[in-house]
């Protein structure tokens, strides 16, 4: 099957600074993938839904400005957490859909901030 | 817009015996369906899909869901657990009109006692 590869697996950052993941598609094109936030012992949440070569559509209640988010490329999206504070401490985990609306996950990224 | 409800939050079992974590869903359309499993501190693997032909989908590790059109559902089942099967495991959907971002359930949370 098809593989999304996601990086790093884990990132520890000072309060104040910014973080970026990268969500990579390896072996098929995503003009689309979705980028998730999971609490301890809660279920997955969309963040947004990043489209190639435009904005991304965010959910209601996710901070644009906070959570940037760039699709420059069919196989790259990135999660860029700015200002990162204790709160934003979360697990983080990106998916691409194909053509045929199958859906494949990244590894996740568990950010904490310190 | 579609939803998953799943009906369980705790589902506590003894091993060897039969398990079924229920899933229902709402989508106007054409829907895929998943099942995903999670262990404590790590991604999502997928345990099953549904995307289209026979209703009764085989998955890894002895599952099994059926896809209920009439009745808007997607149980899974096991007719035997083990004590490894211990895990949360989250139902989702997607379809075309969401651009085919994945929804997730609220999790069950499967306990398998010895």
């Known amino acids: 099957g098809a593989v999304v590869s996601q990086h790093p697996s884990w990132v520890i950052c000072k309060s104040g600074t910014s973080v970026k993941i990268e969500c990579r598609s390896l072996?098929?094109?995503?003009?689309?993938m979705f980028w998730y936030r999971q609490f301890p012992k809660q279920s997955l949440m969309l963040m947004a839904t990043?489209?190639?070569?435009?904005?991304?559509?965010?959910e209601q209640g996710v901070e644009k400005d906070k959570f940037l988010i760039n699709h420059a490329s069919l196989t790259l999206s990135t999660l860029t957490v700015t200002s990162a504070h204790p709160e934003d401490s979360s697990f983080y985990i990106c998916s691409a859909s194909s053509d045929s609306g199958d859906a494949f996950f990244g590894q996740g990224t568990r950010l904490t901030v310190v | 817009a579609q939803s998953v409800t799943q009906l369980d939050s705790q589902v506590p079992v003894f091993e060897e015996a039969p398990v079924e974590l229920r899933c229902n869903y709402s989508?106007?359309?054409?829907?895929?369906l998943f099942w995903y499993v999670q262990y404590p501190n790590q991604g999502l693997q997928l345990l099953l899909k549904?995307?289209?032909?026979?209703?009764l989908v085989k998955g890894i590790n002895g599952f099994e869901a059926e896809f209920n059109k009439s009745q808007t559902s997607f149980h899974l089942r096991k007719p035997s657990v083990h004590i490894s099967d211990t895990a949360e495991y989250f139902c989702a959907v997607s379809d075309e009109t969401g651009g085919f971002k994945t929804i997730f359930g609220a999790g069950t949370r499967l306990f398998v006692k010895a």
């Open positions: 989508s106007s359309v054409s829907v895929y």
């Open positions: 072996d098929f094109q995503a003009t689309t």
């Open positions: 990043s489209n190639e070569g435009s904005k991304a559509t965010y």
């Open positions: 549904y995307l289209s032909g026979s209703t």
